[in-house]
């Protein structure tokens, strides 16, 4: 009889730990639980948590670094014009395309299927910070996340660092987009090569 009854015994205990360990995966791993999740999460916690490692999308209709970039070089010289003719000043649209940017994140991030590759990118977009101060930097902030960083996620750490290391926003934000080359401060120092005594 006690050997009938044992398992019936362990079915609560057992109920309860898948119960936590689809808790765990849910919470500790993603953004939380949303209404039906953790019945998908309970027959198989690992599995679930393998299936979320997806490349993060972003919508297509977010502005690229490149558009951006022409969209600021468009105002600062609707900016000049305006000076010079007395004009009324163009409104800067750095904190609108930033808002914009960072509140269409957000949302993607909450309405999607895979928050355990969302977190995972919110890791390295914290690990490869940029400040948003400034107007360049406020318009391309966003877009090092997008552009740099979401892409090579899942692949090997060289290829984001040297996406990252290359990316406009974090070319601006360490000065960095005018320090190679002739033209730079070391380039203008000495005619000659990097490689030539001085």
Do not use: C
């Not at 057992?14 to 995966?25: G, I, K, S, T, V």
């Not at 010289?77 to 994140?105: G, L, V």
């Amino acid at each position: 009889m006690n050997h009938q009854s044992e398992p019936k015994d362990q079915v609560g205990p057992l109920m309860q730990e898948n119960h936590e360990r689809a808790a765990l995966a849910a919470h500790r791993f993603g953004y939380g639980a949303r209404p039906g999740d953790l019945e998908k999460i309970l027959p198989d916690p690992e599995k679930w948590l393998l299936d979320q490692l997806v490349i993060p999308r972003h919508s297509i209709t977010q502005p690229s670094s490149g558009e951006l970039m022409r969209a600021l070089y468009d105002f600062s010289k609707a900016r000049k014009d305006a000076k010079k003719s007395m004009a009324e000043m163009p409104k800067n649209p750095a904190r609108r395309f930033y808002i914009e940017q960072s509140a269409a994140t957000v949302l993607e991030a909450i309405n999607s299927q895979t928050s355990l590759s969302w977190r995972l990118l919110d890791f390295f977009s914290n690990h490869f910070s940029v400040s948003a101060q400034g107007n360049r930097m406020r318009m391309l902030a966003p877009t090092l996340e997008r552009e740099a960083i979401a892409p090579h996620m899942l692949g090997h750490f060289e290829d984001m660092l040297l996406a990252v290391e290359q990316h406009p926003a974090m070319l601006i934000y360490l000065d960095n987009e005018r320090s190679i080359g002739p033209n730079s401060r070391a380039g203008k120092r000495s005619k000659r090569g990097l490689n030539e005594g001085s």
